[in-house]
């Protein structure tokens, strides 16, 4: 079967891709390297002794998408292509809708008019809102996004669904992410934001490194335990590996209907409890202040994965231990990441 993988070059496309080859799919992957490295399909080709064809292109780019579609029988599509930095999207929200919103119409519009049946999402817990209780289910109706970000995915989540009910035979699966961590362990492929990093882990870890003096903790006034925020982290390549069991589900069902799924391990970590397992596991001190909180953070939030366990097959299987020890791996090893940043 023949998968275009949208932003197959960003972090957590790349994971997807070995695990797709693993799993014996041929690969077409389109990203114009906004956020990424085309080293990664070389990294990827190392792992799997398997390779990619790599499209560099955009995913807006309407004329490339018709050539794509017309050159490979597409047999599914798994959409990672977007910006994703919460604050930037808050500065620039008519790029971040443009980009994640117009971009992913115009892809859908063309794996329409190619009746490509199978569509799976990259979205986010962020679309169950601030006013959720946890743990997320999926039977939760969506909720308000704070900022542009978090109000992509929801518009996205629901052109799909509209999508799937008006056309014949589009199964569509929404995958909703908790925090991905953690690289894959031959230490060849990870995190390479660019810039100053936005989420935790890769902050941590280019403290741990040198790159960086110290750790700002935002909050440690929080209702939780330790004061500090709680998110429900989970390893990158079990997450790569949901997006496998995704796509054969899709394809045993092929029922055209819209199909949604968490995936998260369903156990709560402090960002304290993150920095104290990773100086342990590593053996590297990683010198932290206690900051203001961020603004649009939640206290705490996970999954109720149990949706994906009985209806994927899938479950979460690396521990946060060996989260922390990838995630070192790959920094330690290439300290610069993919060194184009
Ligand atoms: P990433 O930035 O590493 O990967 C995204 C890729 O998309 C990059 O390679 C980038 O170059 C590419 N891209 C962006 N805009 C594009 C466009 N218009 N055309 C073609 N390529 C484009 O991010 P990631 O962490 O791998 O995230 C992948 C997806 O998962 C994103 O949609 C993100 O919003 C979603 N997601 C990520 C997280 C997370 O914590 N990392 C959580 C929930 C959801
Ligand atoms: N965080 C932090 N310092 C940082 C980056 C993040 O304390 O430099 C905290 C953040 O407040 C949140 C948690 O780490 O509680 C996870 O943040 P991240 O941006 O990685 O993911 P989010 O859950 O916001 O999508």
Same mark, same amino acid.
């Given at each position: ?6 932003g197959?070059?960003?972090y957590?496309g790349?994971?997807?891709?070995v695990?797709?080859l ?6 077409i992957?389109?990203?114009?390297? !906004?956020n990424?490295? @085309?080293k990664?399909?070389?990294?990827? +080709? /190392?792992?799997?002794?398997k390779?990619? &064809?790599?499209i560099? #292109?955009?995913?807006?780019d ?6 794509i579609?017309?050159?490979y029988?597409?047999d ?5 292509a ?5 604050g930037?999207?808050?500065e ?13 119409l115009c892809?859908i519009?063309?794996?329409?008019a ?6 799976v999402f990259?979205s986010s817990a ?5 006013e959720a209780?946890?743990p997320?289910q ?10 542009p ?11 799909l ?6 056309v014949?035979?589009?199964t !569509?699966?929404?995958? @909703?992410?908790?925090n991905p961590?953690? +690289? /894959?362990?031959?230490g060849l492929i990870? &995190?390479?934001?660019? #810039? ?6 890769p902050?941590?870890?280019q ?6 003096a110290?750790?700002?903790i935002?909050?440690?006034d929080y209702?939780?335990p330790d004061g ?6 989970l390893h990158?390549v079990?997450l790569?590996?949901?997006?496998v069991k ?5 394809v045993r ?9 968490n995936?998260g ?6 960002v304290?409890?993150i ?16 900051a203001?909180?961020?603004?649009g953070d939640l206290t ?5 994965p149990?949706k994906?366990?009985?209806g994927l097959?899938?479950?979460?299987e ?16 290439n ?7």
């Amino acid at each position: 079967m023949n998968i275009l993988v949208t932003g197959g070059a960003g972090y957590i496309g790349s994971h997807t891709i070995v695990e797709l080859l693993n799993a014996g799919y041929t690969v077409i992957a389109l990203d114009n390297l !906004v956020n990424s490295s @085309r080293k990664a399909f070389e990294r990827i +080709a /190392h792992i799997t002794h398997k390779t990619v &064809e790599f499209i560099e #292109g955009d995913i807006r780019d309407k004329a490339l998408l018709k050539k794509i579609f017309a050159n490979y029988h597409i047999d599914g599509i798994i959409h990672f292509a977007g910006l994703k930095a919460v604050g930037e999207s808050a500065e620039k929200p008519l790029e971040y809708f443009d980009n994640n919103v117009t971009g992913s119409l115009c892809l859908i519009k063309a794996a329409v008019a190619a009746h490509v049946p199978h569509f799976v999402f990259s979205s986010s817990a962020t679309v169950y809102g601030p006013e959720a209780p946890v743990p997320y289910q999926e039977t939760m109706p969506l909720g308000t996004a704070s900022n542009p970000y978090g109000q992509s995915k929801i518009m996205v989540e629901q052109i799909l669904s509209s999508t799937s009910a008006a056309v014949n035979n589009f199964t !569509v699966t929404l995958l @909703r992410y908790f925090n991905p961590i953690g +690289a /894959h362990c031959s230490g060849l492929i990870g &995190e390479d934001p660019k #810039g100053i990093p936005n989420n935790l882990l890769p902050f941590v870890t280019q403290v741990a490194v040198g790159k960086r003096a110290q750790l700002s903790i935002f909050g440690g006034d929080y209702p939780t335990p330790d004061g500090t925020c709680i998110r429900d982290y989970l390893h990158v390549v079990d997450l790569a590996k949901g997006h496998v069991k995704a796509l054969q589900a899709s394809v045993r069902q092929q029922d055209g209907q819209v199909h949604i799924y968490n995936l998260g391990t369903g156990r709560g970590i402090s960002v304290k409890e993150i920095v104290e397992t990773f100086e342990n596991v590593t053996a590297k001190a990683v010198p932290y202040t206690v900051a203001p909180r961020r603004v649009g953070d939640l206290t705490a939030f996970w999954a109720d994965p149990s949706k994906a366990q009985q209806g994927l097959d899938w479950q979460a299987e690396h521990t946060l231990e060996d989260m922390l020890k990838d995630a070192w791996r790959w920094q330690e090893n290439n300290p610069e990441g993919y060194g184009e940043n």
